[in-house]
């Protein structure tokens, strides 16, 4: 299959325009921000192919039964459709594919990442009416069906975690909506992490933490590829305009800036994040702005 062309510069523009609006609107949609993660790393995604994918997500709500009933029998109805008669699931070659990351492609291609596959069934499910939300447990992401509620802080570790899985159900897309019991779950962890499962971890994620989770799992494609900085370059970009994100993201954004030949904006903003380091770190501001002189010296 052909890859994924970059859009041309005025599209992506308004790619990042359109991405950082929906971001910060009082309740971002998720759908809309993974398909506009898409549209940034393929130019051939156009408005058609984004309402296309939408249009989709509907066609597949459309097949769940009507009132499912409780939090099981709504997650079994999406496994029964999404990883039975539909085939979405994932396999360890997935985390080699950039297109495991884009939604539309995912869409396409019924495989993903895990986190991109709880992405359609979150959306299918929402579209239905069950009560859904993204589980980002460490190393894989999953659903969960029920309404969360808070747990009391006093509650023992087990306490609360017998209590989660009594009235919550949880779903692995990756495994084709497998439902999982606590025993599961605390192997996903292990297995991720070496730690226990911690009823902290079960908090629903909100849609902006996943989206830089996508983002970040992007990030993490193109770093084992060092040719292929513009997708670094587009997914810190992307990164960037979420509401919160990690000071030390804009030094990455300037390095990569300078490795893809745009010495003067690299420059600038090395200048400017070593005036946020100065304070703090003031032999560390004197390194990042050396290493603006050298950027800037690439243009003789």
Do not use: K
């Not at 899985?165 to 897309?173: G, K, T």
Request: net charge neutral.
């Amino acid at each position: 299959m052909r890859a994924p062309q970059p859009p041309e510069h005025g599209r992506a523009a308004e790619v990042r325009r359109r991405f950082a609006e929906e971001a910060r609107s009082e309740r971002p949609d998720l759908a809309t921000l993974c398909l506009l993660v898409g549209a940034a790393a393929d130019g051939t995604l156009a408005e058609a192919g984004i309402d296309a994918a939408q249009i989709e997500l509907d066609r597949l709500a459309g097949q769940l039964p009507y009132g499912a009933g409780g939090p099981r029998a709504w997650a079994q109805a999406l496994a029964d459709l999404l990883g039975g008669r539909c085939g979405f699931h994932g396999s360890p070659g997935d985390y080699r594919r950039l297109e495991s990351s884009l939604l539309h492609e995912v869409l396409r291609r019924r495989r993903g990442l895990p986190i991109l596959l709880s992405v359609v069934w979150m959306e299918v499910a929402r579209r239905a009416g069950a009560p859904v939300y993204g589980v980002a447990l460490p190393g894989h992401f999953v659903v969960g069906f029920g309404v969360p509620t808070r747990r009391p802080t006093t509650a023992p570790q087990g306490a609360s975690l017998s209590a989660f899985f009594e009235e919550q159900v949880l779903a692995d897309p990756f495994a084709g909506g497998r439902l999982l019991t606590g025993g599961d779950a605390e192997l996903l962890v292990a297995g991720a992490t070496g730690a226990p499962l911690d009823a902290s971890m079960l908090s629903p994620a909100a849609p902006l933490e996943v989206v830089q989770r996508v983002l970040n799992n992007v990030r993490a494609w193109a770093a084992a590829r060092p040719e292929r900085p513009d997708v670094s370059l587009w997914a810190v970009e992307l990164s960037l305009l979420l509401p919160s994100h990690p000071a030390r993201l804009r030094y990455e954004h300037a390095q990569l800036l300078v490795r893809c030949g745009d010495f003067l904006r690299g420059a600038a903003e090395l200048e400017a994040y070593a005036d946020v380091v100065a304070p703090v770190d003031a032999g560390a501001a004197e390194r990042v702005r050396g290493q603006a002189r050298n950027a800037r010296a690439m243009l003789n």
